[in-house]
């Protein structure tokens, strides 16, 4: 069975905090059991717990890679935003930056920091058919998805939880829900 696990928590796990908040290195993860046919992966990692008063139309994306070479079978600690991807692999804009919440970078991996209860992080690793995607670089979620999706073989799922937060998120009581765009796509 194609699997996803991380050294630093358990599948439903506690995230340790030296991962979440102002912590902003992503975990690192492993994967194990590539299926057949595998030439390259794409991996996201999304908040399905945000809360309601935002207005969010979908789970909130904490991260979104894609063109993880099929010899690739793990990432390191800190491999966002420290730039240890992999040389081939891309990020895109995180929700942070595709909502412009102020205090926050745009690209790669954005740590929990839950404001109001404990959140559900799921990363979902994706083994696609193809070596190569070629995706916008100002590409949302729903894009990725669109793209992604149909050259998947199948995917692995790791999910922790975090929160609620120690510390006040950034800017969170300055968020409206007439600041959010309303997107075409809902889970």
Known sequence: MFTLESTAFKNEGKIPENYAEKNKDSPPLRWRNVPKGTKSFALTVT?????????????????????????????????????????????LNNDAAVFKIPGFYDKGYISPWPPDAAHRYVFTLYALKVPTLDIPEAADYVEFVKRVLPQTITTATLMG???????????????????????????
Request: aromatic share 10%.
């Open 161 to 187: 939880y975090y929160g609620p937060a120690k510390n006040p998120l950034p800017a969170y009581r300055q968020v409206s829900t007439q600041a959010i765009p309303q997107l075409p796509y809902s889970e």
């Open 47 to 91: 908040d399905p717990d945000t809360p309601e008063a935002l207005g969010l139309p979908r789970v909130f994306v904490q991260w979104m890679v894609y063109n993880i070479p099929a010899a690739v079978t793990s990432l390191p600690k800190g491999a966002s935003p420290s730039g240890k991807l992999p040389p081939a692999a891309r990020e």
